[in-house]
């Protein structure tokens, strides 16, 4: 199987499945069908919010190049546009208005990566040299990133756009996100603890809490890492949350197969990363992110990142359920790699 763009994929990826040109990977496994399954789970008609604020975590700990949001009034006549009125503009109305603007880092918060956010090297027209490809083989010179590749030593100009031209997360947001979601409570079994989530700890959970994840299913995960988030109020204590931090092991070789076998069209969770990080260190040439690398660059299957599941999972468990109606498009930010998002969670 081969594209205009690339004569040969990575092994297991599913780099054509969905046609030459497709930029939702997974997601389109969120079908009609997939939706009204999703909504045959609303029996109560409770709803959750997913997102913790978007000024959580505080400060920079958890990534030195992201910082919180500013939030800045827009300027009127030279002025904050903040209760201004509006009389000072044209003598007359009685009307006071309030207008502003933000600098946020798309992904300091509750967030989706897009599938332009982690590529790889890979020779993908077959030539013997590797270059920067991400999913379905879009190249980072040609389509997605800029503006300057490194090959090598070698750095090559890529035109001024900096942005996402394809594989945009405002994908995400044309074609919404939104079917069933299941829900793994990995803090349910095994408590605050850092750990290095394995196929047979997810198996475990899966047995213990009878659970049934099907194709096309949008997998959530717990391990109550925004919990603590939560508690320590916009000033992380970066020591006590790497103690805790428990995450999928992306060197778990079966781990990253199920995620391929099982269909699931996303996953979400409320740690940082989503996969154990840093990695588990292994010799020779590896991925820095290689959950993120399976996930984004070869199955098209997005990641959710610092979601809200507390409430959510202590209802599920209370009512002996684990599945729900899941809703949770992105800021359709056309060029952006990722996004802020305010799940919403029906029941």
Known sequence: MSSSRWKQRPPGSTW??????????????LTPEKVRQ???????????????????????????RRGPPELLPT????????NFPLRRENGHSDDVVCDDQVLLVLQYSTQWDSLAHVGAWFDADGDGRDEMVYY??????EHVV???????????????????????????????IQGRAVLVDFLEHFGFQRRALSYDDLQRVIEADKLDIEPGD??????????????????????RLAANAMGLDG????????????????????????EFYPPRDVPGAKAHLPLHQHCLFKLGVPLGELWWLKDLAAHLRAQRRSRFLLTAPPLRLPGAVGSPVTPVATV
């Open 16 to 29: 054509g499945d969905f046609g030459p040109d497709d930029e939702l990977g997974r997601i389109n496994l």
């Open 38 to 64: 999703g909504v045959a789970e609303v029996r109560e008609g409770i709803r959750f919010g997913l997102s913790i604020p978007l000024d959580y975590p505080g400060g920079r700990v958890l990534n030195p």
């Open 75 to 82: 300027q009127r006549m030279g002025l904050p546009n903040m």
């Open 136 to 141: 379905n083989g879009w190249r980072a010179n």
């Open 146 to 176: 800029g503006p300057v590749v490194y090959h090598d030593d070698h750095e090559e100009a890529c035109g001024h756009h900096m942005g996402a031209l394809k594989l945009s997360i405002s994908n995400f947001a044309a074609t919404p």
């Open 218 to 239: 949008l997998f959530v995960m717990r391990t109550g890492f925004t919990d603590l988030i939560l508690e320590m109020n916009r000033q992380p204590d970066a020591e």
């Open 251 to 274: 060197r778990d070789e079966r781990l990253l197969q199920w995620i391929t076998d099982s269909g699931i069209a996303a996953i979400c969770a409320d740690n940082y990363a989503v």
